[in-house]
């Protein structure tokens, strides 16, 4: 299956979620930039809100897209242990790599939403929202996130994650929705026909 575009597959997810449909107890979180398109098209559908959540990845010295953690906009890290021992990074490089992300990350998260501050989602339903998971290290921060404005539940919801990452994940949340979570497995653009860049101007046309 490829997905003409992040909108089409949003479409179809929207299709998974049916029993979350015009509830008040429910929003979308979505992961920026890519994550903001799907979610817009899901919500349209549901006709439930939703808002962004972030979190950034730190990567590995000399390959910055090989994710080794993933900081949250408080400063937590989530760490996948197996990639930083094998590359044998200190805790000193992630700490300065946090540093110098969260800055960014919370910039970032003040020009999307206006402010870094959430409420609480006591007896709300939480569910993160991404165009594709790969290693899943930026999705465990968000949940971690998540967690701690104490939601009845929080789910994942995706168009395609990778086969390993999603039994990972489904240990963390209440539950992953999805469409393709196949081998082989070499990005999340493979099952895309546009997976073109997203634009700040579009995320924030998008959330307002």
């Known amino acids: 299956m490829l997905f003409k575009n ?14 979350f449909k015009e509830r008040e107890d429910v929003i979308l979180f979505a992961v920026p930039k890519g994550g903001v398109v799907v979610a817009k098209a899901i919500s349209d559908i549901l006709k439930v809100p939703f808002d962004i959540v972030l979190a950034k990845k730190i990567g590995a010295p000399f390959n910055s897209e090989f994710a080794i953690a993933a900081v949250d906009i408080t400063g937590d890290v989530v760490v996948n242990q197996d990639n930083a021992e094998y590359l044998m990074v200190s ?39 991404d165009d594709g998971i790969a290693t899943g290290a ?15 539940q929080i789910y994942i919801a995706t168009p395609v994650i990778a086969p390993s990452t999603l039994k990972e994940l ?13 081998e082989p497995f070499w990005a999340v653009g493979q099952f895309y026909v546009d997976f073109s860049d997203v634009s ?9």
Do not use: M, W
């Open 170 to 182: 489904e240990k963390d949340c209440d539950g992953v929705f999805y469409l393709i979570s196949s």
């Open 138 to 152: 930026t999705t465990k921060a968000c949940i971690r996130f998540l967690s701690k404005l104490n939601p009845r």
């Open 6 to 19: 992040r909108f089409e597959a949003g479409k179809k997810l929207a299709g998974k979620l049916v029993q």
């Open 200 to 208: 700040d101007e579009e995320v924030q046309k998008l959330l307002n």
């Open 91 to 129: 805790k000193e490089y992630i700490e300065h790599q946090k540093i110098r992300v969260l800055d960014t990350l919370r910039k970032q998260l003040v020009k999307y939403r206006g402010s870094v501050d959430y409420e609480t989602l006591l007896n709300r339903v939480a569910i993160i929202v």
